[in-house]
């Protein structure tokens, strides 16, 4: 039988959980470790409606990229997904930024992902000195136009935002969530444009006021790809457990006005 404890373990060999951030809670956030883990079901986030369907596919173990305790928890209501996991015998296993700035993460499979679409060399640099995403240059230059189009299209978005620079874009930084924080280093390293998801208001007049391109492909689209990710890894390293990838979609409804589509 496999436990969870086999299953931390590898996902510790891919992406470190010693690695996390000092803000971050990726681990066993739920049950222990000799629980069962024959039956796995991985998604972005734990929703209820995720619980649910892991509690339908009979799934032990819950793996998440969101962690599903982010702040010390004060109360725990039947609304909260951890009392359904904990109702229903599911233990849940989080790794977040580990999965982020693993070699193999989750911003070398968007790499790999944008590259042919955008012509991209080799990764040239990392972002901001960190190992949250990447800086690489287009063998060709785009409008920006052009690359939210792109984005758009590849990411599977309903929406792509941007703002378009007073330049073509040829050196590109990504960063896969929620990587607004990163534009100044950007601007600095000397950059066409940033892809990232998540961007907040005050951003979009500072990229606007730099001459640079940014684009907000939401932090859904741009980190979807943790579940399968997982789900891979774990089936080549365990090929008797059974994987259930989430596919209960964005989160997000949208409404556009006529014209604008």
Excluded at 98 to 105: Q, S
Excluded at 124 to 138: M, N, T, Y
Excluded at 164 to 187: E, Q, T, Y
Aim: proline content about 3%.
């Amino acid at each position: 039988m496999i436990r969870v404890k086999d299953i931390y373990n590898e996902i510790d060999r891919i992406a470190p959980f010693c690695t996390q951030e000092k803000w971050d809670n990726s681990g066993l956030l739920v049950g222990d470790m000799e629980m069962p883990a024959d039956r796995i079901y991985i998604c972005l986030d734990i929703s209820n409606e995720a619980v649910l369907a892991a509690k339908k596919a009979s799934a032990q173990l819950m793996i998440s990229h969101h962690p599903i305790i982010f702040s010390p928890l004060k109360n725990l209501s039947k609304s909260d997904p951890v009392w359904h996991l904990a109702k229903a015998d599911i233990a849940a296993l989080c790794v977040h930024t580990p999965l982020d700035i693993a070699a193999e993460g989750i911003n070398s499979r968007l790499y790999e992902i944008l590259r042919e679409r955008l012509a991209l060399g080799e990764i040239k640099d990392s972002l901001c000195g960190s190992e949250f995403g990447w800086i690489a240059e287009s063998s060709r230059p785009f409008r920006s136009n052009e690359m939210a189009d792109i984005l758009r299209d590849t990411l599977g978005c309903t929406v792509v935002r941007y703002t378009s620079g007073d330049r073509l874009i040829k050196r590109i930084a990504l960063c896969s969530g929620s990587g607004g924080s990163f534009l100044g280093g950007v601007i600095e390293q000397q950059c066409d444009a940033l892809i990232t998801g998540d961007v907040k208001h005050d951003l979009w007049y500072t990229a606007k006021n730099a001459g640079i391109s940014l684009f907000d492909c939401g932090h859904y689209h741009t980190e979807k790809i943790a579940a399968e990710l997982l789900a891979e890894k774990l089936k080549v390293a365990f090929p008797e457990i059974e994987i259930i990838c989430d596919e209960s979609g964005d989160p997000v409804s949208y409404s556009f006005r006529e014209g604008n589509i």
